[in-house]
């Protein structure tokens, strides 16, 4: 079985302020982990994802996540906020080989100027 | 990299109408794609997994009649909404699975469907 739990449905930042959206995963095997960001009205698109590499990935926009096992968290953070960085933001788990994805429940981000 | 297209990206229909919604891989083969289904301010959800020439797998909750899935070629699937109702109306987003690509789901743009 595999979850993940998204802590803040809403999170509003100042913009050049840090950014950090928390994800917190269950699997019963060594997971892989992703976040995909999604734009009103649009698709998602694949932000950063962890498959059992390096623990600290870094991906598009300036966002990066670091894969904790022992807190089995993946928590996402960006140093400065933008403006064009307000979307919603989902996590999400796949064990293993299994093909199924599981997402979180999403969280809004909400840049302040 | 990898781009999934869904057709039409908008689509209102009477209620007792059917929709057809396709979701095809333009620059890889997807052997598996996954369709899903998101309410508004929601997550999204898993409704069924096709692989290319074989029966969908549903997942719990989810009418296979209502909602039919073929999946004919690894660039083509397609999702049907029969006699669809208001409570149909939602964004329907497809994903594609690229094989021996890394573990990775390439979503497409989604569709949004208005049932009136």
């Known amino acids: 079985a595999q979850s993940v739990t998204q802590l803040g449905s809403h999170v509003s930042v100042s913009e050049g302020a840090l950014v950090l959206l928390r994800c917190n995963y269950s699997s019963s095997v060594p997971p892989y982990l992703f976040w995909y960001v999604q734009y009103p009205n649009q698709g998602l698109q694949l932000l950063l994802k962890?498959?059992?590499?390096?623990?600290l990935v870094k991906g598009i926009n300036g966002f990066e996540a670091e894969f904790k096992k022992s807190e089995t968290s993946f928590h996402l953070t960006k140093p400065s906020a933008h403006m064009s960085d307000a979307a919603e933001y989902f996590c999400?788990?796949?064990?293993?080989?299994?093909?199924?994805?599981?997402f979180g429940t999403g969280t809004k981000l909400q840049v302040i100027p | 990299g990898a781009v999934v297209s869904q057709h039409p990206s908008w689509v209102i229909c009477k209620s007792g109408t059917s929709v057809k919604i396709e979701c095809r891989s333009l620059?890889?083969?997807?052997?598996?794609m996954f369709w899903y289904r998101q309410f508004p301010k929601q997550s999204l959800m898993l409704m069924a997994t096709?692989?290319?020439?074989?029966?969908?797998?549903?997942e719990q909750g989810v009418e296979k009649d209502k909602f039919l899935i073929n999946h004919a070629s690894l660039t083509l699937s397609t999702l049907t909404v029969t006699s669809a109702h208001p409570e149909d109306s939602s964004f329907y987003i497809c994903?594609?699975?690229?094989?021996?690509?890394?573990?990775?789901?390439?979503f497409g743009p989604g569709t949004r469907l208005l049932v009136l």
């Open positions: 620059d890889f083969q997807a052997t598996t």
């Open positions: 994903s594609g699975h690229r094989e021996g690509g890394q573990e990775t789901q390439y």
């Open positions: 096709s692989n290319e020439g074989s029966k969908a797998t549903y």
């Open positions: 999400a788990v796949k064990a293993g080989g299994y093909q199924k994805v599981t």
């Open positions: 962890y498959t059992s590499a390096a623990t």
